[in-house]
Every structure is written in C-alpha cells, then in structure tokens.
T-cell receptor, first 113, second 114 residues
Framework: DAKTTQPNSMESNEEEPVHLPCNHS???????IHWYRQLPSQGPEYVIH???SNVNNRMASLAIAEDRKSSTLILHRATLRDAAVYYC??????????????FGSGTQLTVLP | DAGVTQSPTHLIKTRGQQVTLRCSPK?????VSWYQQALGQGPQFIFQ???????QRGNFPDRFSGHQFPNYSSELNVNALLLGDSALYLC?????????????FGPGTRLTVL
C-alpha cells in the first residue's frame, strides 16, 4: 500500500501562512490526495482533496507537485483555532480502497499567538 | 442539522466483557464507517456499512462486529474485551454516491477496558 510521510510536528505564528508537506512517492495514477484535520477532543474533519491540479476552498489550498509524489497543504493565515493534527491521506487503489480513510500519524500543528 | 452523534461519550468495561457503541449519521447520509483511535495514533479503519451490510472491513478480528439499521444508524459491538481495545471509537457518515465523498466524523466514544 502507498504510504504518506509527514513531519511529526510544525509550529507557526498566528496570522502567518503555514505550509504542511506530505510525501507520497509510491502514489498510483488514480489515487486522490485528501487532507483531514483533528482538533483537540474532536473527530477528524475534512479539509480538502485533489487529484492532479491545485485546489482551493474556504479552508485551505492544496498544491500538488507535477509528478504527484508530494503535496502541500497551505493555510493562508493561521489562527489559534487551526492548531490540530493534520493528516495527509491517499484514497484509491494504493490504499486498498477509496471507501476507507487510511490515516498515518499526521503532523501536529502548533500555532503561536 | 445535528451532525454525526455517538453514544455513550465514555464507557468503562472490564476484560472479557462485551460492549455496544451507537452512531446516528448526519441527515441524508446512508453510509457509516467505524474507526478505532489509540492514544497518540491516527484512526484505524474497522469497517463500513451500507444498505445494512458490511461493505468493507479493515484488519480487525471477528470480535468486532457491527450492524446498520433501516434508518442508517449503526452499532459497533466488541466481544471478549481486551486491555488493548481501550481507545476512542469514531463513527463517520457519508453518502455512497462518489468514491471520494467527504466523511463526517462524530466526537467519538472513549472506551476504557480495565
């Protein structure tokens, strides 16, 4: 199964942009890249997903490398509420099934006031 | 919209006992997935239910079983509890149309096995 690699932790200052990296060098051509985050004492929540092109939504942007072996989740202005564990997830043949979410250990983002 | 709800919030059991956890999906959702999250780790997929049948299963023993009701709500049952079953159990709901639909998670049930 394809794996994702993320840094264990990152820090950011409030109101500054945050770039959260994810490596997925064995991604298959039909795997989608999903990002979820888990705030303290809550269940995970969806952030964004994409296949090849960069994607934007109200929460974040997803930048996907041309060879698709890496991606970056961009929070344009971090707030204290963005402090969470961020998970980069592949959905598709490499993860066994697109129906399930295969979580790794994620990146713990700390936002400093 | 109440979102995904789970009950109970917390539960304490002893080894060898059986437990049932409950989940009500978000309105309009027909698919329910269950995940186990051990302390300090990411959630691990247990199984997914659609049309009252188990559609996909992760790497969990048969002690873990489930059920989905006609109103799409779901139960997770764990028999012969082990200390290692202590974890946060998360329920997620989604609509089955489209393989990459967002999964909406509930707050979880914290199970402690003594």
């Amino acid at each position: 199964d394809a794996k994702t690699t993320q840094p264990n932790s990152m820090e950011s200052n409030e109101e500054e942009p945050v770039h959260l990296p994810c490596n997925h060098s064995t991604i298959s051509g039909t795997d989608y890249i999903h990002w979820y985050r888990q705030l303290p004492s809550q269940g995970p929540e969806y952030v964004i997903h994409g296949l090849t092109s960069n994607v934007n939504n109200r929460m974040a942007s997803l930048a996907i490398a041309e060879d698709r072996k890496s991606s970056t989740l961009i929070l344009h202005r971090a707030t204290l509420r963005d402090a969470a564990v961020y998970y980069c997830i592949l959905r598709g043949p490499s993860s066994g099934s697109a129906r399930q979410l295969t979580f790794g250990s994620g990146t713990q983002l700390t936002v400093l006031p | 919209d109440a979102g995904v709800t789970q009950s109970p919030t917390h539960l304490i059991k002893t080894r060898g006992q059986q437990v049932t956890l409950r989940c009500s999906p978000k309105s309009g959702h027909d698919t329910v997935s269950w995940y186990q999250q051990a302390l300090g780790q990411g959630p691990q997929f247990i199984f997914q239910y659609y049309e009252e049948e188990e559609r996909q299963r992760g790497n969990f023993p048969d002690r873990f079983s489930g059920h989905q009701f006609p109103n799409y709500s779901s139960e997770l049952n764990v028999n012969a509890l082990l200390l290692g079953d202590s974890a946060l159990y998360l329920c997620a709901s989604s609509v089955t149309t489209g393989m990459h639909n967002e999964q909406f998670f509930g707050p979880g049930t914290r199970l402690t096995v003594l």
